[in-house]
């Protein structure tokens, strides 16, 4: 890994005035190790950077994790692995009810479609993506910079089956580093709690903190059939944090926004949040009744509510948010100052422009081309597996006859292990719900783009939104891997001739969608990136480089301290204890407190710490973040935050930004004294008290 | 009836640069003779004026109607009768499916609940109203001027039984009349065609133009058993209106906005719009999937669905123009003008104060209070009719003991007539939507205001909303008009007695729901009150009497043409004929004809205008108004308007604002060759063909 020199001083400001010592998820090429020492009073050195980063994990399912043991064991959150427990169950033998406790590691079972990854290289490309893109508009400077990545990464790749390599963009396009990951492609279950243990409190304790939740799962990482060998990992600690303990979070926060101009986040206020917000809660209101209809519906529907519920209520902090006037003034005032200061730079103004003008300038196609964008592109299908199969065949179909470089990028040779995992994958998929989800999706579609857009007419002909749902879901065969991986193999021979509705269907709409996508690429993708780049030259040149980009799901590192807050008149305290749980509980769902757990009363520690509130600075994709203390060992796993926290997308506030995390303590009391779990409490190398 | 001689001159002037011939929904006292004929080569005159408003008939459903004969046959919208339609069906005689084609008289059946409403007189009762407010403050403002109300109301119509009176609050508290009503308790349904006649295109449909929609419906007044006796009614004109012909649309629009200050509107924008809509859309998608289980449940739905999806694509209008810059602009524009004329006004400045900022200081306790006064108040019981009944009754019984001023506003003598028909009419309750809505509004109450709300723990105690939900619905008994009947009759002793379990429920809960409303109304509407009239001084003062008030639900008049328009490139045409209905229909729901239209094809006249789009400013409310040419004739009914002209809450702009009208020639067409009502025909003085 060749370590980047980028200076590490001085505070972030991001915002004017709000900076804060905790703000900032940092890449660990540019962490400023001396700054957090002299805050936080610790003496981490580059050593111990190394021995996080390498021990940190992502979770190809959009979380984080961290290994635990020297053969593979890797702790994260029970709901980051909620997929696999779902598709591990049938109606019958449901493990999100009952827990998934195997009794050794002969009875772990395996995640389809998970793959694990390590970092174990970074390196800078900025130049070769800045000159494959030179002097190209729209589509054209897209398509060239995805082939060039793709390329990158190839080569970077070649003949290293255990490695993947992936090209990323910092700082919305001011930097292109080169991330190199070992990966493992067989990860199973070792543990899960059962759903109402790990999510004490449902939706409504979601983003929520005084809280209770078992939020912890075991994982195991598998290679040639046999655990696989982890030099690189954190030593369990299952000590009680202690209030105002320093703690760093090291994982993959998805996306922020923080560095977008005041113009793109209106557009986010006025547009795409009311327009998502509302067909969210439709699709949530469609949900919740067909659970309501059975145990069955209710078991299948899970997965996809809890979804949809998490969003929602991460969007709806985000709403809160846009609509603050006080954050949005602070945003405004640093945007302003910036911009005042590029002005007074004439050199920079020539190099790099008023990329704010021309952001400004996008926002009204943004604001017309994003319905069909959104309805057509981005959520086309409304999470209907057979329809994203159908999709991923029908393109996988059309792209791979072409040279790697001519293809869509997500078609290019050096993301094919992934996408085959995923498409191969054996997971149940339900006609029930697929038909709900398509139902949804077509009536929705009709109605924001109207039903006299010609789109809309080609794809529903004289059918019924729900007429077609019903015959796609219940007649297509691409529940079956088999057939997914025959279809996949034979190309577009084997599509044409395929009798399957879903694959007839997308065939003959792939040519809309594709209409769509391009159209949003060219007229607004592009142009924004474009702008965006120039923004960050200039920022650059005006801030030096002692500044974090925007989270992309690549590795960061956060740090803080296990701290409470005050915010309108109420004060809560930093950590919460089993005696609370009991004390929460009604015993109405989702307020029940889970029979094992139950059974289990008489034997618990009351006075063992379950969650806590820590400063550092995360955010979805952050969960089941190692919670690393000042000697790098592991006390708990990120797995939420607060409703007020979701302003961090837009900038950190140190009043009211929390990250909520489960600690190692807990786990351990509940692998010891709730779930009978000796071998693994032995591989932590703690006390299994048997 | 003394009519005021307030000037009728000059433009209205609510939007600088926008104001428009077109705009405005005139009182009848208060109604621009002079400039309508002027601007639409007309020649009506006070005598006309008189003759139109005694013809129009306010429903106290929500609608508008007009008299077509003199035996108390009245015109409007199939959807202002929807309710009742499905009201006298059940699961197994639906005639929102058959339609509703009584061959006589005999056959007419009464909607349960429904009253018929003609404005006879209107008088000036500012200055009381004034008076009893003078002085005070807050809840005790509110409550002195409710029983003043009450008091002019009760003392007008005391001893007329056939009489009711309202006082009406004009111009947002500017002016205050007393309006005189001749009321008719006894309406009887006389003709509905097939709600997929009256709603082709469905909520697809619904706010668009071109329209192809049958939404026309009979009713008839009945005193005595006999029909009621109606020299004072509209001449139906059965032939094809024409481009550009003039329109007038007497009815009674619900409500508009246009006075409210910028700060108010970005409330609604930032706050209220987006609440009220992702709620109602999860409440939407409900009830989507609950209408697919069965037949049964599709029946069951119908009307609670119809209207939220009404109302959603309503707001969906309204929130697009307060996103509109331009629009929004505008409207600025206009308050700084007229703030800055009050400003060079010292004399003004002390009479009225600021009350632009009295108003923006509320904003902040507005958006605090409003998510309880919303679920707990305002949209109590989510729906449910069983929760209505029994807030009605328990209430009853908690107010009818005092004194008529010291009551509830609703409570107040002047309203019980019209309390008890709502109360015992007979009309169906269905436990499995009622559960559905208290389900529903039970979750959200919760999710919105949290679990940890004292208010919500009180509400739901240790049970779920769920299950809470299912045992109110399950157990009530109050679906039954004579159970209610005897505990309305039987006050409190008959209340505490009940074993009803949702009786007992609303008892228990009614003090958390009164002190939220006595909360929203101590410190939002009683002070948002005092500022608006304020500002209605200042208005008067700056703009003179020739402005016309905001809509609520009282007699309006107002006038355009018969008129397309162009917007974003597309122009379309203001007639719509028989033939495009048989072009637009695909077969699939909700494009299919209705079954009666389709087996009279041959014989029905394809060049019969079915709809017409109109510049006349109407809104919500307006729903059944007598569309009426120059010479008095009723030529259609206005039904609907486009999702474009919705902004038209907010503020009048000629070049989208488009009435939607479906005309007497369609009606008589359908009459005559499609259902196959010849009394009626003759009744109306048009040919019957046979």
């Given at each position: 890994m060749r370590l980047l020199t980028l200076g590490v001083s001085a505070?972030?400001?991001?915002m004017a005035g709000a900076a804060s010592a905790e703000e900032g998820m940092w890449t660990f090429d540019n962490f400023p190790i001396s700054r957090a020492n002299q805050q936080m009073g610790t003496s981490i050195d580059q050593a111990w950077l190394d021995r996080v980063r390498l021990s940190s994990v992502r979770l190809t399912t959009g979380c984080s994790a961290g290994f635990?043991?020297?053969?593979g064991l890797i702790f994260t959150n029970q709901h980051c692995i909620r997929t696999c427990v779902q598709n591990l169950s049938t109606p019958q033998v449901q493990y999100n009810e009952t827990g998934f406790t195997p009794r050794s590691r002969d009875e772990e079972q395996r995640c389809q479609g998970m793959q694990a990854e390590v970092l174990i290289d970074i390196s800078d490309v900025t130049e070769q993506m800045r000159t494959a893109g030179a002097g190209l508009d729209g589509q054209a400077f897209t398509r060239a910079r995805d082939a060039e990545a793709a390329r990158i990464e190839a080569e970077a790749c070649?003949?290293?089956?255990?490695l993947r390599c992936q090209v990323v963009s910092l700082y919305r396009g001011g930097q292109f580093m080169l991330y190199t990951f070992r990966k493992y492609e067989d990860v199973r279950l070792a543990f899960a709690p059962e759903e109402i243990a790990s999510s004490f409190g449902g939706d409504l304790d979601?983003?929520?903190?005084?809280r209770y939740a078992l939020d912890g799962a075991f994982l195991r990482a598998y290679e040639n059939g046999q655990p696989a060998v982890t030099p690189n990992h954190f030593r369990w600690n299952p000590s009680a944090p202690q209030p105002d303990q320093p703690v760093f979070v090291s994982g993959t926060p998805g996306a922020t926004q923080r560095l977008l101009t005041q113009a793109q986040l209106y557009t986010i206020r006025d547009i795409t949040m009311p327009m998502d917000q509302i067909l969210s809660s439709e699709l949530r209101g469609r949900l919740i009744r067909f659970a309501e209809e059975s145990d069955e519906n209710r078991f299948i529907a899970a997965t996809a509510l809890y979804g949809v519920e998490n969003n929602f209520k991460r969007f709806t902090g985000r709403m809160r948010a846009l609509i603050d006037a006080d954050f949005m003034g602070r945003r405004q005032a640093a945007e302003d100052e910036f911009r005042a200061r590029v002005r007074a730079d004439q050199a920079l103004v020539n190099e790099v422009g008023d990329p704010w003008a021309a952001l400004e300038a996008i926002q009204p196609v943004y604001a017309q081309l994003y319905p069909a964008a959104s309805m057509l592109d981005q959520r086309a299908g409304g999470g209907s597996a057979l329809f994203s199969h159908a999709l991923t065949l029908v393109r996988a179909a059309q792209e791979l006859p072409r040279a790697s470089a001519e293809r869509l990028p997500e078609f290019a040779d050096s993301r094919l292990p992934l996408l085959r995992q995923r498409l191969f994958a054996a997971t149940p998929v339900y006609a029930s719900l697929n038909e709900i989800q398509l139902s949804w999706w077509l009536s929705k579609t009709r109605e924001v783009l109207t039903v006299d857009d010609e789109r809309v007419r080609a794809i529903l002909g004289r059918e019924s939104p729900e007429a077609m749902a019903a015959r796609l879901a219940s007649g297509s065969r691409l529940g079956d891997p088999d057939y997914r991986r025959a279809l996949f193999e034979g190309g577009m021979a084997a599509i044409e001739a395929s009798d399957d509705p879903m694959i007839q269907f997308v065939l003959r709409i792939e040519p809309i969608l594709r209409t769509v996508r391009t159209e949003w690429q060219e007229r607004v993708q592009a142009p924004t990136d474009q702008a965006s780049e120039r923004l960050a030259r200039a920022r650059f040149a005006v801030y030096g480089t002692d500044i974090y980009p925007d989270a992309t799901g690549t590795l960061r590192l956060s740090y803080g301290r296990v701290e409470g807050w005050t915010y309108d008149g109420r004060t809560v305290e930093p950590r919460t204890f089993f005696s609370g749980l009991f004390e929460r509980a009604t015993g109405a769902p989702p307020f029940n407190v889970a029979p094992r757990i139950e059974a289990a009363r008489e034997r618990i520690?009351?006075?063992?710490?379950v969650n806590m509130s820590v400063s550092t600075d995360t955010i979805g994709?952050?969960?089941?973040s190692p919670a690393i203390n000042a000697a790098g060992e592991i006390i708990g796993a990120n797995f939420d935050s607060t409703v007020l926290t979701q302003r961090n997308a837009y900038g950190y506030d140190i009043n009211v930004n929390r990250s909520v995390i489960v600690t190692a303590q807990v786990m351990t009391e509940a692998l010891r004294n709730i779930y009978d779990m000796p071998h693994l409490l032995e591989e932590l190398g703690v006390d299994h008290g048997n």
């Open positions: 505070a972030a400001l991001m635990v043991s020297g053969e070649e003949g290293r089956d255990e979601n983003f929520s903190f005084p520690d009351m006075n063992a710490v994709g952050s969960s089941g």
